[in-house]
């Protein structure tokens, strides 16, 4: 098995990934509560089991803090799309529809509500199964499945042209009851 240290550094990635989209872009706060997750993971390594991916117990972690850091707060502040940094930007875009497009879809994300977000960028950014999101978020699989559902239908509102109508969700074989 791997040391603790490689388990920690291979996840920072996908930690700092995902605080930059919690915190719209905001790069400072993004690696402070990075820097936050991975301390107090260090700090109570005897409670992860060691059983699968540390992934999604650094995703509780770190969910944890954000939701004590807002609570502090009171609110969380939006940030307007011109004042994002170019690291939040979308990097080598073909052409100016694209970065349109790009733009849009950032702006959708932080119009989700946060637990909305999470639950979206938990499962569709980092691939985690909705029962490891459940696991991070302290929340029921259900309840994960009905988040990402509203989140998805949201999201498509936000970016969709008026009048454009939704696509229709496709059945997979054996994938459907029958009753």
Sequence with gaps: MADRHQLLTEQIPHLRRYARVLYAGRTADADDLVQDTLERAVNKWGLWRGAGSVRPWLFSIMHNLFVDQCALRHAQAAEALDDLPDSAQPAQV?????RLEALELLAALQRLSA??????LLVAVEGLSYAETAKALGVPTGTVMSRLSRARGQLWQHTSAEGTQRPALRVIDGQRSVG
């Design 115 to 120: 637990p909305l977000r999470e639950v979206l």
């Design 94 to 98: 073909g052409t100016q529809d694209l």
